[in-house]
């Protein structure tokens, strides 16, 4: 029995909100890329931080965007496809860089998991309450920190205690302000789309 005919609903479990435009290779390959420049666009949008060697963006706002909305699969594939990218010398890292000998490319390796982490959630449902999605990006966040501070720590000799300092400390307000960002539009975008389904 195949119900590739029937209408989604969208609260039902187990759909992001990418799931609800009409299935294709063609919308999965524009989804990945639209993802992929998504982040290269937001991470242009940078603020170099006095005493760290890694800026504020809007890279990790848009990487946790993706993740959510396209799901675990093709989040991946799409910050795949922005770190390869940017590796190759597209210049679409915060403050257009490429490369991946900078001192924080630990975040963008970071940003390729925690995608993956916070699409595999959506797909349960984290996106489609406030406090669900505050709890999402808060572990999305925590996930590119988990990656992000260490490789600062090793790729500029900093010790774990200064790579916080540097890495992690100055970025708590900005993170809670995406959050916050986060919790007001999917949960509406989800109430909307209800509402029309």
């Not at 963006?57 to 390869?84: E, I, K, M």
């Not at 920190?145 to 720590?153: T, W």
């Given at each position: 029995m195949s119900t590739a005919a029937a209408p989604?609903?969208?609260?039902?479990?187990?759909?992001v909100l990418a799931d609800l435009i009409p299935s294709s290779r063609v919308r999965d390959l524009a989804l990945v890329v639209g993802g992929a420049a998504l982040t290269g666009l937001a991470a242009q949008l940078s603020v170099p931080v006095p005493g760290s060697p890694v800026p504020v963006?809007?890279?990790?706002?848009?990487?946790?965007?993706?993740?959510?909305?396209?799901?675990?699969?093709?989040?991946?594939?799409?910050?795949?496809?922005?770190?390869?990218a940017g590796m190759a010398g597209v210049?679409?890292?915060?403050?257009?860089?490429?490369?991946?000998?900078m001192p924080s490319f630990g975040y963008i390796l970071g940003m390729l998991l925690a995608a993956t982490v916070v699409g595999a959630?959506?797909?349960?449902?984290?996106?489609?309450?406030?406090?669900?999605t505050a709890g999402t990006m808060v572990l999305g966040s925590a996930v590119i920190?988990?990656?992000?501070?260490?490789?600062?720590?090793l790729a500029t000799g900093m010790s774990l205690g200064q790579a916080v300092a540097a890495g992690l400390t100055p970025f708590l307000i900005g993170d809670a302000l995406k959050a916050a960002l986060a919790m007001g539009a999917l949960p509406t975008a989800w109430k909307l789309l209800d509402r029309k389904g």
């Open positions: 989604v609903r969208p609260l039902r479990s187990g759909t963006s809007g890279q990790t706002f848009a990487a946790l965007l993706v993740g959510t909305s396209l799901g675990a699969r093709r989040g991946f594939l799409s910050l795949a496809l922005y770190a390869v210049p679409w890292f915060a403050q257009a860089s490429s490369g991946w000998s959630l959506a797909r349960r449902g984290a996106d489609r309450s406030v406090l669900r920190y988990a990656v992000g501070v260490p490789y600062l720590a």
